[in-house]
């Protein structure tokens, strides 16, 4: 599980770069969570760790406190999460998050970014079963036993933990997100997360090679300059010159 988390975390900073709308997706996806679970970030713990999130990748104090502000309000627009499927360059497995106010615009747009780089939407849960939807998180620390303690104790079903460099990174269900991430603060008051967040993680790998690596990546930025793509999941691997 660590080494597709590790791919997938190259990949991610490989395509930062293109997230040229970080500012308005994080308030978007703040947004809907603020709506749904509540303003309060003590009260709703998904929501304070994507407010810590947002801060790590420097996004603006009034950005974040306008989507809470309009989410407050309750009225505003009205987003609704929407999953796409397929296969990507190289036959890779991909999978596209999006929060959208309007599903006809967004699969049009994703679709797009799938027939221009010779790629193939296909339909839900298509490629979804090859993927682990776990919720992950990754701080500084040593004691890895101490940490599966705390987990165990306050009844968390911990798939995996690993620690690596001084950085111990804690598997769970996508399910045990907040149960989870309440337990590690309970029992770590100064923790302070590099990651805590939920993912698709792919159970295998499929190699990226010749004119699919510059496809892959024009897929990836034609996906990523979308407003309405919150996250992109693939299994692809690259080879280490182009990462």
Known sequence: MG?????R?????????????VYSKFGREIYMCAKSGGIDPDGNLALRGLIDRAKKAQVPAHVIDKAIDKAKGGGGEDYAAARYEGYGPGNC??????????PNRTFGDVRFAFTK???????????????????????????EEAV????????????DIESEDGMITVFTPNTEFAKARQALVDAFPDIDFE????Q??????????????????????????????QNVFHNAELPEESE
């Open 3 to 7: 080494r597709a988390y590790q791919n």
């Open 195 to 198: 990651t805590d967040e939920i």
């Open 93 to 102: 497995m991909v999978i596209v998050d999006c929060l959208t106010d309007n």
């Open 117 to 143: 780089t010779k790629s193939k939407i296909g339909t839900p849960g298509a490629v979804a079963h090859m993927f682990d939807h776990c919720a992950i998180f990754a701080f500084r620390g040593e004691d």
């Open 200 to 229: 698709f993680l792919p159970k295998t790998t499929s190699p990226i090679e010749g004119d699919d690596i510059p496809m892959f990546e024009k897929f990836l930025d034609m996906l990523n300059e979308l407003d309405d793509v």
């Open 9 to 21: 975390k190259e990949s991610m900073a490989k395509t930062a770069a293109a997230k040229t709308k």
């Open 148 to 159: 599966l303690e705390s987990l165990m104790e306050a009844d968390v079903d911990v798939q």
